[in-house]
T-cell receptor, first 111, second 112 residues
Framework: GEDVEQSLFLSVREGDSSVINCTYTDSSSTYLYWYKQEPGAGLQLLTYIFSNMDMKQDQRLTVLLNKKDKHLSLRIADTQTGDSAIYFCAEKPGGYNKLIFGAGTRLAVHP | DADVTQTPRNRITKTGKRIMLECSQTKGHDRMYWYRQDPGLGLRLIYYSFDVKDINKGEISDGYSVSRQAQAKFSLSLESAIPNQTALYFC???????????FGPGTRLTVL
């Protein structure tokens, strides 16, 4: 079956790097996504990675994909208080016209 | 202006009432989706539509219905609301070529 798992909470100090991890079960997934949800807001697409890539970097964000282990991570460099939010991992299984979301990881950034 | 809008943003209603949530988009996307979000459960797909004549059930469609009135509009109805439908509801859209989804700001629904 399809399942996406994330740890529910991560706390980091301002200026440190944050690493949010995600595991998924469908090896046929074509795209994997990271979304950010700030309080009272909808989900904002942060970045995505195609399944034939193993890394994607976009400014402070680095996405790593290990297809063998079905593991996706999001690294945020120099984490700021404005990065405090819930981060959702999502997969798009091959042949499916929908996304499967994890439960979200709440990132708390403290001084 | 926001590309995906939802109305209302907040709604409190009573058990048994009929409720309609509206979604509009200006992105020109073919595909539209309705999700609900509950704490600790992430997002679960209720219904989705790939064009005006296409309606598909998601994983939790019981108790809900939808209408795709036009390419830009997709509404979600609760025919007889019940308290366990209290949740945050999100509309999303995607283009058929990329399937990357873009979300509205959400509607917070409380059923008493």
């Amino acid at each position: 079956g399809e399942d996406v798992e994330q740890s529910l909470f991560l706390s980091v100090r301002e200026g440190d790097s944050s690493v949010i991890n995600c595991t998924y079960t469908d090896s046929s997934s074509t795209y994997l996504y990271w979304y950010k949800q700030e309080p009272g807001a909808g989900l904002q697409l942060l970045t995505y990675i195609f399944s034939n890539m193993d890394m994607k970097q976009d400014q402070r964000l680095t996405v790593l994909l290990n297809k063998k282990d079905k593991h996706l991570s999001l690294r945020i460099a120099d984490t700021q208080t404005g990065d405090s939010a819930i981060y959702f991992c999502a997969e798009k299984p091959g042949g499916y016209n929908k996304l499967i979301f994890g439960a979200g990881t709440r990132l708390a950034v403290h001084p | 202006d926001a590309d995906v809008t939802q109305t209302p943003r907040n709604r409190i209603t009573k058990t048994g009432k009929r409720i309609m949530l509206e979604c509009s988009q200006t992105k020109g996307h073919d595909r539209m989706y309705w999700y609900r979000q509950d704490p600790g459960l992430g997002l679960r797909l209720i219904y989705y539509s790939f064009d005006v004549k296409d309606i598909n059930k998601g994983e939790i469609s019981d108790g809900y219905s939808v209408s795709r009135q036009a390419q830009a509009k997709f509404s979600l109805s609760l025919e007889s609301a019940i308290p366990n439908q209290t949740a945050l509801y999100f509309c999303a859209t995607s283009a058929s070529d990329t399937d990357t989804q873009y979300f509205g700001p959400g509607t917070r629904l409380t059923v008493l």
